[in-house]
Each structure stands twice: as C-alpha cells, then as structure tokens.
C-alpha cells in the first residue's frame, strides 16, 4: 500500500546565473509551490534553486521512500541533505527517486532546474512535488 505527502509550500525559490523573477528582483523568496515557472519568473530564462525542509514521517520503519516530480520539463540536478542524489544534463519531465536510507528525522531537499518557456510548454514545479511512502 502507497501513501504520499505533498512538500507544498513554502519553499525557498533562488535565481542563478542573472536570472529574475517577474518583478525584476533577485534577492530569494519563499514561494507557495506548486506554480509554474512563468507564474514565478515571468518569461524569464534561466536555472532557479528551489529549496524545503521536511521532517521524516514517523511509524514506517518498514517502509520504502521516495520523492515524485512530474512535468518538470527542464534539466535537473536534486541533493538531500547535501547529497546529490540525480543530474540530469538533458531535460527530464518526471522524475522518481529513492530516498530510504538517506531519510534522517531533519531533511533539506534541494532541487535546481534550468527552464526554457514557452507558448503552451509549462515548466518548473507546477505539479506536486510528493514523498511517496510504499509499505
């Protein structure tokens, strides 16, 4: 049986690399996700850090974890805690990940996506990002 969290917001949303958000500012901002990257970054270019910690759930010691994104349609690199756990040199759209043995009770999830809008093509974290606990 599978349960899921969703890893809502807020997160932690950074531009790189001379990217800015619709207003012009470059400074980072904590943003409700799930949102689609023109909604954030207007139609702007670029490679964004997105961040969030999340606490482990408890009662599952028997459990398998993983982190789902789908629609991403952009290149990826993804760390926990510190480790990278995925990089993507070509755009990926979904993306699945096990984190089991990396899971400690305080996690920092760390996803930097570089997105390319366009007419009808969304992009970034407009879909739920989601813990997937299968037991």
Do not use: Y
Request: overall charge negative; some cysteine.
């Amino acid at each position: 049986m599978a349960h899921s969290i969703r890893l809502a917001g807020p997160w932690q949303v950074e531009p790189l690399d001379g990217l800015s958000f619709r207003d012009g500012s470059t400074d980072s901002l904590r943003v409700k996700l799930p949102r689609d990257w023109s909604e954030i970054f207007g139609e702007n270019r670029g490679r964004a850090r997105f961040e969030r910690s999340f606490n482990a759930p408890t009662g599952i010691d028997q459990a398998r974890l993983f982190l789902t994104f789908e629609e991403l349609h952009g290149r990826v690199s993804l760390s926990l805690n510190g480790r990278t756990l995925v990089e993507h040199a070509e755009p990926v759209n979904d993306l699945r990940v096990e984190i089991t043995e990396l899971l400690e009770s305080s996690n920092r999830l760390e996803l930097t996506l570089s997105c390319v809008p366009g007419p009808g093509k969304a992009c970034g974290l407009h879909c739920p990002v989601q813990l997937v606990i299968e037991e």
